[in-house]
Every structure is written in structure tokens, then in C-alpha cells.
């Protein structure tokens, strides 16, 4: 059974940094890609960032240069560092394990309020 926690929302100011961190269950973690998604209130949710399985990364534009996201296979979580917050960035966010119609596994999320 694959299991996924995520972590280390809260309020933040803007300006202001979170790391998130999601720790999977199970031996297969370092088979498949990772990848953090967000969804806003009234939004469809969307892809932040993703690590495949060699490490390449991809971000969405909306976050290049603020977000990171980083993959510890010994400890099978991954993270996700966020600097620079904006109001924008509000959302809940979510880990993902797989992105194939075969193997494809979500978190409960994790909210992120952005708020002076």
C-alpha cells in the first residue's frame, strides 16, 4: 500500500519561506518520478515541480528561481523549498508519486496560505 504524508504548511508572510516535505511508504520510492502540485481556491491544480528518477527537474514558470524541489532516497521523501512567496503561491499543495495511468499515487495536501 503506498502511503504519502506531506508536511510543513502554514501562513507565511510574503516575502517569507516554507520547505514542504512528503515521506512515502513502502520500497519502490526511488522507481518512479516525484512531484509537487498546487491547487488554488476555484483553480484547476497544477504541476510545481517534478524530479524524475535521474534527478532532472522541471518547474513551472510561476516559480523558477523561487522554488526547489529535492529527493532523499535513503529517508524516501521529498521536498520541496520555497523562497520569495507571493499572495499568488496560496494553495494547497500536494506530492505526487507516478505520473502514469499505471502508477500514480497523491497525498492529502498540505495548505499554504501566503498573507500579510
Known amino acids: 500500500q503506498v502511503q504519502l504524508v506531506e508536511s510543513g504548511g502554514g501562513l507565511v508572510q510574503p516575502g517569507g519561506s516554507l520547505r514542504l516535505s512528503c515521506a512515502a511508504s513502502?520500497?519502490?520510492?526511488?522507481?518512479?518520478?516525484m512531484g509537487w502540485y498546487r491547487q488554488a481556491p476555484g483553480k484547476q491544480r497544477e504541476l510545481v515541480a517534478g524530479?524524475?528518477?535521474?534527478?532532472?527537474?522541471h518547474y513551472a514558470d510561476s516559480v523558477k528561481g523561487r522554488f526547489t524541489i529535492s529527493r532523499n532516497n535513503t529517508r524516501n521523501t521529498v521536498a520541496l523549498h520555497m523562497n520569495s512567496l507571493k499572495p499568488e503561491d496560496t494553495a494547497v499543495y500536494y506530492c505526487?508519486?507516478?505520473?502514469?495511468?499505471?502508477?500514480?499515487?497523491w497525498g492529502q495536501g498540505t495548505p499554504v496560505n501566503v498573507s500579510a
Open positions: 513502502g520500497s519502490f520510492f526511488t522507481s518512479y518520478p
Open positions: 505526487r508519486l507516478g505520473f502514469s495511468a499505471d502508477f500514480s499515487h
Open positions: 524530479m524524475a528518477r535521474d534527478g532532472t527537474t
